[in-house]
């Protein structure tokens, strides 16, 4: 802690680890803890600041170089366990590959660190839940990237769902997904490992962790789920343009029963080709309206203005139904969603005080994905119990 024209600064030693991956480098680092430094810290209270104060952390030293010069962040390891052992290193943060962070939490949690990791926390339920017990009994602050909350256009939703406008939820409709390139003419635009189910891949566990918060905190508690999936795509080249065979899905189509009695339903592939507004589209039903919204836009369509279509396929309607919605204004100004959790989480590092996105909801997606992969396995609709650590 120190101070400065009287203002209390607080320094946040975080170690990045997989901090050269798509998401630890430009979601949490060039767009989240850089814009921090580069602002002078966060905000904590009348008066006093966080100063992030990273060190990047991979397997890789030529990438840790790179990206320290690319960034200006001059501290970068290969030695986790050096990192661990720096008392300046209070936060552990996770964007390793999923099948790398159980092990490197767990150690981190042992090693008295506060840790804030990407999802999906574990590869399954009965790791995800031990680290939610370990962090417990070790008394440090946890909580779990839960990204899409802060999205500009699920914000809309929120405050559409928290006045009323929708009235009773009778169902909520997500799509999600674009095309990836198998390599063999384009690159392929996501790592290989997401299509090896033996390193941690495959989209209902990636996905369906997003899924349960949204659907959670948005619409009502998932009760249960019913799943297909596919590998559309059985080949693909890798970063070194290798053919290898995919052993994990590349999309999924689910159900999901909603506490209140809500359906919703989602579609996540990596073999779809968009003609919607946005990769992600979420259209939620209620009895008093309609609400869709994308990554940064939302639209309404209240009862009263809601229109009487007439089927009739032999004659063209010529009705322009896009335009019988109205978008929803922006309020206010919202900061990357990786940023704005950030925030957050370090003020509860420093503050204290509530944080609701932890461990232990970090889990609740993985059993959303490992319960979404029994019941795509025998066929059936499978019942979600409340999860307890």
């Excluded at 170089?65 to 960034?71: D, G, I, N, W």
């Excluded at 909580?143 to 009235?167: I, S």
């Amino acid at each position: 802690m120190e101070s400065k024209d009287s203002m209390k600064v607080h320094r946040v030693g975080i170690i990045l680890n997989g901090a050269t991956g798509r998401m630890g480098t430009n979601q949490h680092l060039l767009r989240s803890i850089v814009p921090m430094i580069q602002e002078g810290g966060i905000s904590c209270g009348e008066g006093e600041r966080i100063l992030p104060v990273p060190v990047l952390v991979g397997r890789s030293a030529a990438k840790l170089e790179a990206l320290s010069k690319r960034s200006g962040i001059g501290a970068w390891t290969t030695d986790l366990d050096g990192a661990l052992g720096d008392p300046a290193n209070t936060v552990y943060f996770d964007a390793q590959s999923t099948d790398l962070r159980f092990p490197s939490v767990k150690r981190a949690i042992g090693a008295g660190k506060h840790v804030y990791c990407e999802k999906p926390v574990a590869l399954d339920v009965a790791q995800a839940l031990e680290l939610c017990r370990l962090a417990q009994r070790a008394g440090v602050r946890h909580g779990v990237v839960q990204d899409k909350l802060w999205l500009p256009g699920l914000l809309k939703l929120r405050r559409l769902l928290d006045e009323g406008f929708l009235g009773r939820i009778l169902s909520v409709r997500g799509e999600f997904g674009y095309w990836v390139f198998d390599g063999e003419t384009v690159p392929c635009q996501r790592p290989s490992w997401n299509y090896r189910r033996e390193d941690g891949g495959g989209i209902i566990l990636d996905m369906f962790a997003h899924w349960r918060y949204v659907l959670d905190h948005l619409f009502g508690k998932v009760r249960s789920v019913f799943c297909a999936a596919a590998t559309h795509i059985p080949r693909r080249r890798d970063e070194a343009g290798r053919t290898y065979e995919c052993t994990a899905e590349d999309a999924a189509y689910a159900t999901f029963g909603l506490e209140g009695g809500a359906v919703a339903q989602f579609n996540s592939s990596w073999a779809v080709r968009v003609r919607r507004d946005d990769l992600l589209v979420i259209q939620a039903d209620g009895a008093d309206g309609s609400a869709v919204a994308g990554l940064r836009r939302c639209f309404v369509q209240p009862a009263a203005t809601t229109p009487r279509p007439v089927w009739n396929p032999d004659v063209g309607s010529g009705h322009d139904f896009h335009a019988d919605w109205l978008e929803v204004p922006d309020v206010a100004d919202c900061p990357n969603a990786f940023r704005a959790q950030w925030e957050l989480f370090l003020r509860h590092v420093v503050k204290g005080g509530p944080f609701p996105w932890d461990l232990l909801e970090g889990a609740k997606g993985v059993q959303l994905a490992e319960l979404g992969s029994e019941s795509r396995r025998c066929g059936a609709v499978v019942e979600v119990p409340d999860l307890k650590p």
